[in-house]
């Protein structure tokens, strides 16, 4: 069979720092460390640190295939180490520090890591897990001199690692609620097409003239990809180790920030902030919000100050990025509470990935924006099998699960309306936790809200609604009702609300619905108690 008559050019990541430095080597690369202090380097440093980095672990004996762990905030050390693991042969392991100890106990012995690079704020968690870690040799210290000196008596003139593009670069561990986490290993290949999809003017529209600030942990599927999608851009990269709002706030100002991306209960907090404080935007234009669904009054509040809403999703399997939303064609003729209704979406299916809603018999069920069903996607950065297992994780035709369940509509959006194990089954019928989540935080004074289905001895289950007030608000369930009665069917109303001062959130800032389960797991609904009574 004759091939065809082009360069054959591997798609490995390195190449991703190496057009940085060459085509745009001046652009900034700002770090906000968790002390307070910044430091300024430009991508033609980050390039040269990350070769001295790729020496200094040959000097260690790393060799090509070993895992090379990071537990560490967003900062430049940060990414010189991603670049240098993998620019010499080994793979990356982003280790998550909000896991609990017995689970990073667990996947640091699992990857075999031999080289933990951590933050100082991290040591003392470092410390007491040494002795339960295995297989780790070294300990680097990134942020009190030590990293720096470790890679500053190196040369920078290696050569980056050669070989195939589907040769593994990252490991990452899903962080659900069940079983120990799983690890998704992630490819040269796999890795650059997701970015090449990212940079596309529909998904997270960067630029070289972009400035963008990540406010996703760079141990959270990969920061979203931003790290990878910055070098092939050229943009202006602005790190933080610190999410507190007035720290964003400063940054977004005295950076010219004009791309972000972060889960809702971030946004929900820097919301919060510039409302008491008087604080503003500055320069922000394009915000992505993942990670869970971002509710119609956060979508409402950056439009009213001219900020463009991606609405995205995906997980650690789909390396993240499996949908995002952005205009399309017929925007501008599309009615405002059409245009809000089409962001509300978690966006449209880009290339290189497809998605299909199946039922419980796995029969496909129509785009029709009516039918929901579990949420099945393949493509080329869309996991194939777990770190160390044998089985695949998806089916014979590419077909994997995420968990999800969802609509997908004909104009080529993709709607979440849950977690396949947190819908709320009702009478036969479901409710969607989500939707009534985010109907409640639309009303004045809530802040946050979660739903989770309570046991009923007529309906199956039953909606229990659990409200975080908004500081200095007094908002009663009367008026929640009442603002819920304008959006949601009548059948779909909480049995019961209860407020309280706090929600749990899982170690990557979702809504842990599994630890409302536990706490509520005795609670009895009003109606439920009558009828058993009588």
Not at 170 to 181: F, I, K, R
């Amino acid at each position: 069979m004759a091939l065809g008559a082009m360069q054959d050019w591997p798609l490995r990541v390195t190449r991703l720092v190496d057009h940085a430095e060459r085509e745009h080597g001046g652009r900034e690369v700002v770090s906000a460390w968790a002390d307070g202090s910044m430091t300024r380097t430009t991508w033609r440093e980050v390039a040269a640190q990350a070769r001295r980095m790729a020496r200094a672990l040959e000097k260690l004996g790393i060799r090509k295939g070993e895992r090379v762990a990071t537990m560490a905030m967003n900062h430049g050390h940060h990414l010189t180490s991603w670049y240098g693991a993998i620019g010499m042969g080994a793979i990356l392991h982003t280790i998550n520090p909000r896991l609990f100890c017995d689970q990073l106990a667990y996947i640091a012995n699992h990857a075999e890591d031999r080289v933990l690079l951590y933050d100082k704020a991290f040591a003392p968690l470092v410390e007491s897990l040494k002795g339960e870690w295995r297989s780790i040799e070294h300990y680097i210290c990134m942020d009190d001199g030590e990293f720096t000196d470790w890679v500053g008596s190196e040369g920078d003139d290696y050569r980056w690692a050669e070989g195939d593009e589907r040769e593994p670069i990252g490991l990452c561990y899903t962080s659900g609620t069940t079983g120990n986490p799983k690890g998704v290993l992630y490819e040269h290949r796999s890795t650059m097409l997701h970015t090449m999809m990212e940079v596309t003017p529909d998904i997270f529209g960067m630029s070289a003239r972009s400035t963008v600030l990540p406010i996703v942990p760079m141990f959270h599927a990969n920061a979203w990809g931003v790290p990878w999608a910055a070098p092939m851009t050229g943009c202006k990269l602005v790190l933080s180790a610190d999410y507190r709002p007035q720290q964003l706030c400063d940054l977004f100002r005295n950076e010219g920030v004009t791309h972000s991306a972060g889960v809702p209960t971030v946004w929900l907090g820097m919301i919060e902030h510039i409302e008491r404080t008087g604080e503003d935007v500055a320069q922000l234009s394009h915000v992505t919000i993942g990670g869970s669904a971002a509710p119609r009054a956060m979508i409402q509040w950056f439009r009213a100050r001219g900020v463009q809403v991606g609405h995205a999703w995906g997980m650690t399997e789909t390396s993240p990025i499996g949908t995002c939303g952005a205009p399309p064609a017929g925007w501008d003729e599309m009615t405002d509470a059409e245009q809000l209704d089409f962001i509300a979406r978690q966006g449209r299916i880009p290339f290189g990935v497809e998605l299909r809603i199946v039922d419980d018999a796995g029969t496909e069920l129509p785009r029709d924006g009516k039918a929901s069903g579990r949420l099945q996607a393949r493509g080329p950065w869309v996991v194939q099998r777990y770190f160390k297992e044998e089985r695949d994780a998806a089916d014979a035709d590419g077909w994997f699960d995420t968990g999800d369940v969802a609509a997908l509509h004909p104009d080529g959006t993709m709607q979440i309306t849950d977690r396949s194990k947190d819908v709320i089954k009702s009478g036969g019928e479901w409710i969607s936790s989500i939707e009534l989540e985010n109907c409640a935080v639309g009303c004045p004074g809530v802040a946050e809200a979660a739903a989770i289905g309570i046991p009923h001895p007529k309906w199956d289950e039953r909606p229990l609604l659990l409200v975080v007030r908004a500081a200095g608000s007094d908002v009663q369930e009367a008026a929640i009702r009442a603002h819920l009665s304008q959006h949601i069917a009548k059948w779909w109303q909480p049995d019961a609300i209860e407020f309280v001062n706090e929600l749990p959130h899982t170690a990557t800032g979702k809504l842990s619905k599994k630890t409302l389960r536990e706490q509520f797991a005795g609670y009895r609904l009003p109606d439920a108690h009558a009828m058993v009574g009588r």
